[in-house]
T-cell receptor, first 115, second 114 residues
Framework: AQKITQTQPGMFVQEKEAVTLDCTYDTSDPSYGLFWYKQPSSGEMIFLIY??????QNATEGRYSLNFQKARKSANLVISASQLGDSAMYFCAMREVDPGNQFYFGTGTSLTVIP | DAGVTQSPTHLIKTRGQHVTLRCSPISGHKSVSWYQQVLGQGPQFIFQYYEKEERGRGNFPDRFSARQFPNYSSELNVNALLLGDSALYLC?????????????FGSGTQLSVL
């Protein structure tokens, strides 16, 4: 089974609007971390936001927020007030401590912000 | 402060050859991880090293090997290159923090195998 599933290969959003990028995960480990990364065309993966499995509150970082629904195993990224510079690939990822301290990435969502 | 640096940025090799990719972590970071990203896919975990010891290994053949040096820089070696090894190779450094451990990535090495 896939550890991280991103079902939206591509998304479009109007500039200044909000957009939600979907992510579901699969783990039996009670302790895990969820991450979102942005990858512009330059290739570098840029950390956006983190949510721990035991965190009670949804994480927020500026215009980014993570809608964490533990029972549904979903960790959707919400970008508010979209900007042209937000156009990029977005990857959801999960870290499990056991086994092997691995970091799993989804297949990504390509976001295009329309002026 | 300098981020994660990788060299070279681009590389072209032919099948059967060997390649070495290099990575320097963020100052103070003792852990380095390597990922392979094939076009259109998410990064796949290859190796993680911490304090010069292998801490994790992904599902890659023995043609892939890595090491970490006393200054925490790292090399990824790939022997007997195949066409399917063509990918963006990403290096990331981190501070051990359990599940909160965030990866900080370099810009990658784009490897093309002809």
């Amino acid at each position: 089974a896939q550890k991280i599933t991103q079902t939206q290969p591509g998304m479009f959003v109007q500039e200044k609007e909000a957009v939600t990028l979907d992510c579901t995960y699969d783990t039996s480990d009670p302790s895990y971390g969820l991450f979102w990364y942005k990858q512009p065309s330059s290739g570098e993966m840029i950390f956006l936001i983190y949510q721990g499995s035991y965190d009670q509150q949804n994480a927020t970082e500026g215009r980014y927020s993570l809608n964490f629904q533990k029972a549904r195993k979903s960790a959707n990224l919400v970008i508010s007030a979209s900007q042209l510079g937000d156009s990029a690939m977005y990857f959801c990822a999960m870290r499990e401590v056991d086994p092997g301290n691995q970091f799993y990435f989804g297949t990504g969502t390509s976001l295009t912000v329309i002026p | 402060d300098a981020g994660v640096t990788q060299s070279p940025t681009h590389l072209i090799k032919t099948r059967g050859q060997h390649v070495t990719l290099r990575c320097s972590p963020i100052s103070g970071h003792k852990s380095v991880s390597w990922y392979q990203q094939v076009l259109g896919q998410g990064p796949q975990f290859i190796f993680q090293y911490y304090e010069k010891e292998e801490r994790g290994r992904g599902n890659f053949p023995d043609r892939f090997s890595a090491r970490q040096f006393p200054n925490y820089s790292s090399e990824l070696n790939v022997n007997a290159l195949l066409l399917g090894d063509s990918a963006l190779y990403l290096c990331a450094s981190s501070l051990p923090q359990g599940v909160e451990e965030k990866l900080f990535f370099g810009s990658g090495t784009q490897l093309s195998v002809l």
